[in-house]
């Protein structure tokens, strides 16, 4: 196997608050990466004066730091800018208010070793055990994935040449990423997941239950949906399997639903 380059991609949007803290966890890695991506979605903020900063503060370290501007546009196309001038063979994907565990990377690494042909590593997000092992890891196909998204973007590397011809879909603004999963594993390859947290939230928030994109689960819901109404139309799916996901998906939601609304029931008392 030749030598592993990881290239992680940053999109950033009015993160003045947490960037810094989002950065620092990559370069506190016992895996350092090959580089790292930063692009600036037209944020409204000092973002961009803060990725400036980054950059000059790492500037003597071995990892290269890029800034990218562009106007706002949405995460998609920043993740995808990222993707399209990643220069590594695998790429790390990290949201500006998320930190990875220390051994992230690491493990990860440890894993593409252990199963070569995987195209994709993965794992759970939520506040780190002290030490990440190995010891509780699954491999996911294209219709493993069906029953659930493994592959939540702060956690996951993707293999670079897998990806080729592959982005995440700049008009979908729900489940977008779990539709580039789909997309990366219905070309028959497989990815590996390592269920323990590999990066946390900043702010703790929630992955539904609270405002914002993650936490309005109807939005998501329905982008879902989507995906397996464009799995069907693009032939991932036959028509059983179709009507299957989508009733899976529903109950699913049915679930989400019942524990946020618990979650907020709770927090008004």
């Known amino acids: 196997m030749k030598e592993m380059k990881i290239s992680v991609v940053v999109p950033c949007y009015n993160c003045s608050t947490t960037i810094e803290t989002c950065i620092a966890s990559v370069f506190n890695q016992s895996y350092l990466p090959y580089e790292i991506i930063l692009v600036d979605d037209g944020s409204k903020d000092s973002t961009l004066d803060k990725l400036q900063e980054i950059k000059q503060k790492y500037a003597l370290k071995a990892v290269e730091i890029t800034v990218v501007t562009q106007e706002n546009q949405g995460p998609s196309t920043a993740r995808n800018s990222g993707l399209l001038l990643a220069k590594g063979n695998w790429i790390a994907f990290l ?10 990377l690491q493990k ?5 070793f252990a199963y070569p042909d ?4 993965g794992g759970e997000k939520g506040v780190f055990k002290s030490n990440l092992t190995l010891a509780n890891i699954g491999v996911i196909d294209f219709k493993k994935l069906c029953f659930k998204n493994y592959f939540l973007t702060s956690s996951s590397m993707v293999k670079t040449e897998a990806v080729e011809g592959i982005l995440f ?19 028959g390859g497989y990815g590996v997941c390592i269920f ?7 702010t703790m928030k929630r992955d539904f239950g609270e405002a914002g994109l993650s936490g309005d689960i109807y939005k998501m819901q329905k982008g879902e949906l989507s995906n397996f109404k464009y799995l069907y139309a693009n032939n991932y799916l036959n028509w059983f399997e179709y009507a299957f996901f989508y009733l899976f998906s529903n109950i699913k939601f049915l679930r ?14």
């Open 108 to 112: 990860q690494v440890e894993v593409v």
């Open 118 to 121: 995987a195209v994709v590593v």
């Open 256 to 269: 989400r639903f019942t524990l946020s609304m618990g979650y907020r029931f709770r927090n008004k008392r």
């Open 169 to 187: 879909n700049v008009h979908q603004k729900h489940s977008e990423d779990y539709r580039f999963f789909f997309e990366l594993l219905g070309r």
């Open 196 to 202: 323990e947290n590999l990066s946390c939230s900043i």
């Open 95 to 104: 949201d500006s208010d998320d930190v990875w565990h220390t051994d992230k």
